[in-house]
């Protein structure tokens, strides 16, 4: 099953406060969320932006109870590096990013997007991958997003903006969990898993985004879209049962070292969600360079399987 919250799950402390009796799940549903958005100790984390269809003017006309506001494309996320667009910003730039949202180290953090489509669950799950990759693991994704939230009429929403007070958050930074140019090669050199986490028509070479020099992917990675990762390519992330079939099918074992990749870390960030967090594989790590890095290497060998031209 995935694994979600419910509210029965949550266990309070004596004192009336968020005190939880094991670590936050990867996933929380739209129940855990309705009851605990608003208490001591729970940040709320919208960060819906123009990548699925969001943005502040959204937010101010209706977001959770108490939710705080972080545009994913323009809040600091992700910083250009080269040619790179997507690259993890440097380690006090992003921790001022997260402090300035009133969180710090003991803040149970849920982020959402828009819940639109699997895209639109990449913007929760690079930020998610963030504070992982940050030494964070008191971080959960509202599975489902806002849409999966507002579905339900009983859900109640807010308007106006939340004005959070800063707090500190210091790093512990968790090297093991994204990949470097570097490391990438030497995982193919090794026959690592690699995984292309882009739709077939960009793995395959037919289409090329504007951010890659090159069409093709890094030889010998498997293709395993990120739209097949949630439910008809929506909100609601599939059960683990359901992904290890995909990855079966796409030849991708669940188990043992395994880099995600896609073009900017957007859609990486899927994948290497459902791998570490889904299934359990903690050796799974994110190459957050993805093909604008590597490609702008002429150095670095691309498979191109198909030319349309």
């Known amino acids: 099953m995935r694994k979600t919250w419910t509210v029965g799950a949550l266990v309070l402390a004596a004192s009336g406060g968020t005190a939880l009796a094991a670590s936050p799940q990867p996933l929380v549903d739209a ?30 006309r209706g977001h959770i109870p108490c939710a705080v506001y972080s545009d994913y494309m323009k809040g600091g996320w992700r910083v250009k590096v080269n040619d790179a667009p997507g690259m993890l910003p440097p380690v006090p730039q992003i921790e001022k990013v997260i402090g300035d949202l009133g969180i710090d180290n003991n803040t149970h953090v849920v982020i959402y997007s828009a819940g639109t489509s699997a895209t639109s669950m990449g913007s929760a799950t690079r930020v998610y991958w963030t504070f992982k990759v940050l030494g964070d693991d008191n971080v959960s994704i509202l599975d489902g997003g806002y849409a999966g ?24 930074y968790r090297k ?77 074992p669940t188990q043992g070292e395994e880099v995600n990749f896609c ?34 290497n002429a150095s670095l060998p691309v498979e191109q399987k198909i030319k349309a031209e």
């Open 31 to 60: 129940a855990w969320v309705k009851a605990n958005s608003c208490k001591p100790g729970v940040v709320v984390l919208d960060v819906r932006s123009a990548i699925d269809g969001g943005s502040q003017i959204d937010y101010l």
């Open 263 to 296: 073009n900017t870390g957007h859609w990486a960030s899927i994948g290497w969600f459902a791998s570490h967090e889904i299934l359990g594989n903690k050796k799974a790590a994110m190459y957050d360079g993805s093909m604008s890095d590597w490609s702008s």
């Open 149 to 172: 939230y507002t579905a339900d009429k009983a859900n109640p929403v807010q308007t106006g903006m939340v004005t959070p007070k800063p707090a500190t958050f210091a790093a512990r």
């Open 176 to 252: 093991d969990l994204r990949a470097t140019q570097a490391e990438v090669q030497k995982a193919m050199s090794e026959k690592v898993a690699l995984v292309d986490n882009r739709p077939s028509d960009q793995y395959l070479g037919i289409n090329r985004a504007p951010v890659d020099k090159r069409a093709g992917t890094i030889p010998g990675a498997k293709n395993l879209p990120e739209s097949w990762l949630t439910v008809d390519d929506g909100g609601k992330f599939r059960s683990a049962a359901e992904i290890r079939k995909l990855y079966k099918e796409a030849g991708v």
